[in-house]
């Protein structure tokens, strides 16, 4: 079986005597994208939370990379795991070049570093630092904004990739160019990826497997033919 790179292990998380996730019990193994698929409401955003631990959890235990959250310094943790959300949660009064650097920097890679890796993350997203590494956010289209989101998740090589819905905002089309190029991107560069979504499109053609939320638990995980067939009703009301 493949290593393990996160773990659910019996976790809860809850909010003024509510349950919001729970408990839960998976594992997200090396090198594969886990699709969490659901409603708003459902506990996806809180499960990628408490995996980079802006949460901690009251109940059971979240490992990643054999170590528990509770265990972590939460700052190397966060360094070490890529996260793209919406719109590419960019900086605005910083360049693409320095938006797609930040922590190359604060992990105090040398100048000129930095700027090199820069350019070889924009040319990876189609983005050639010679036609936009000096623009500002503001100068870019949503989908431009989103791929430099996804260059700075990438820049200082994290093994692990969140993705908080990033794709939502856009247009159709946009959105299944953006779709079809990151799955080649994450299948080629080898990154282990947790990808929240409530597209069931979606989540067919990214996920290696898909485990469906409801009310704060695991209602179905399995690849993506199994959730095809599945006779589950909360896969098919899906």
Request: proline letters at 6%; one cysteine or more.
């Amino acid at each position: 079986m493949a290593d393990a790179a996160i773990e659910f292990r019996d976790t809860r998380y809850g909010l003024n005597g509510r349950v919001i996730l729970g408990p839960v019990s998976l594992t997200v193994f090396r090198g594969e994208t886990l699709v969490l698929l659901g409603k708003s409401g459902s506990g996806k955003t809180t499960a990628l939370r408490l995996i980079n631990r802006l949460l901690l959890p009251p109940g059971g235990d979240v490992v990643v990379s054999g170590r528990s959250t509770r265990e972590w310094d939460p700052v190397r943790l966060r360094r070490g795991i890529g996260y793209v959300i919406q719109e590419g949660g960019l900086i605005p009064h910083m360049t693409v070049e320095r938006n797609v650097g930040l922590v190359p920097r604060l992990e105090g890679w040398p100048k000129e570093q930095v700027r090199v890796r820069a350019t070889e993350l924009l040319a990876l997203v189609g983005l050639p630092a010679e036609e936009y590494a000096r623009r500002l956010p503001h100068e870019l289209s949503g989908g431009q904004r989103q791929r430099v989101g996804v260059a700075r998740a990438l820049a200082a090589d994290p093994p692990i990739l969140l993705c908080d819905e990033p794709f939502g905002a856009l247009d159709p089309m946009m959105r299944s160019e953006l779709q079809t190029e990151f799955g080649a991107l994450v299948r080629r560069l080898s990154k282990t990826v947790v990808f929240v979504t409530h597209d069931v499109r979606e989540a067919m053609l990214l996920g290696t497997r898909i485990a469906v939320l409801e009310g704060g638990e695991v209602r179905f995980i399995g690849a993506v033919d199994a959730f095809q067939a599945s006779p589950d009703p909360h896969v098919t009301a899906l």
